[in-house]
């Protein structure tokens, strides 16, 4: 990801053997997330696939990660060629890196928005479920151990019906999308670490936790500071 002397967003390929711009493809906005490589697996032919990348629909150069973005949009781009395959809009930006998994009915794609309405996706942007869990976050979704759960971290909630999950993380099924179980923390939390005994998440107050698989509290660890946006490493 980068810009040009414009400052136009852009997505650029570049072959990883000789630093030969490959091709550059334009965003309609500032994006904050990480592009995903997507390969396609009814071939072995080299960068056969598609790159998905998620963006605002603003070219304000004074917007942060942490600010209202505004509308957003979802573009995947074919890998080899950088020709735009598919756009998904939302009405909020996809600050979230999108993320890939693997089962027998072939790759699935997960995005989510600065308001967390999280979209389950097919290769060619068809859309297997969407989640709005009308709250904010900017942390990366994480699957589970056998891709069986999403973990989504969650600050603010905007609606009165979501307070009981305000501040912290929330796992849901990845094959339906349905909430399995939340953690709330005082403040926002960060993107959680999942290992073979649990799963491990920090809050920006600096709460550092301990779950089982189903969301119960193991233990807690008061850091006594954390950064905005932390990341547990296992």
Do not use: C, H
Request: glycine share 10%; net charge negative; aromatic share 10%.
């Amino acid at each position: 990801y980068s810009y040009n002397a414009n400052k136009i967003p852009q997505v650029v390929a570049i072959d990883p053997e000789t630093g030969e711009n490959l091709w550059m493809a334009d965003l309609p906005g500032w994006s904050f997330a990480s592009p995903l490589f997507v390969a396609n697996e009814e071939t072995t032919e080299k960068n056969d696939g598609i790159v998905v990348i998620g963006s605002a629909n603003t070219l304000d150069s004074t917007t942060t990660a942490t600010q209202d973005l505004g509308e957003g949009r979802l573009s995947a781009f074919d890998a080899q060629t950088g020709e735009t395959l598919w756009i998904l809009d939302d009405v909020k930006t996809f600050n979230r890196s999108p993320i890939v998994a693997y089962d027998d009915n072939g790759p699935f794609i997960y995005a989510g928005t600065q308001k967390s309405v999280i979209y389950k996706l097919r290769m060619d942007g068809s859309i297997v479920w969407q989640k709005d869990l009308a709250v904010s976050g900017a942390g990366t979704l994480v699957l589970g151990e056998n891709n069986e759960t999403l973990y989504v971290s969650v600050g603010k909630g905007t609606e009165a019906e979501t307070a009981e999950f305000l501040n912290g993380l929330i796992a849901l099924d990845s094959e339906t999308g349905e909430m399995v179980w939340n953690y709330s923390f005082e403040n926002e939390s960060s993107t959680p670490a999942v290992g073979s005994a649990g799963i491990y998440v920090v809050s920006t107050e600096g709460v550092f936790s301990g779950l089982d698989f189903d969301g119960n509290e193991l233990w807690t660890l008061e850091l006594g500071s954390a950064p905005e946006y932390g990341y547990v490493t296992l």
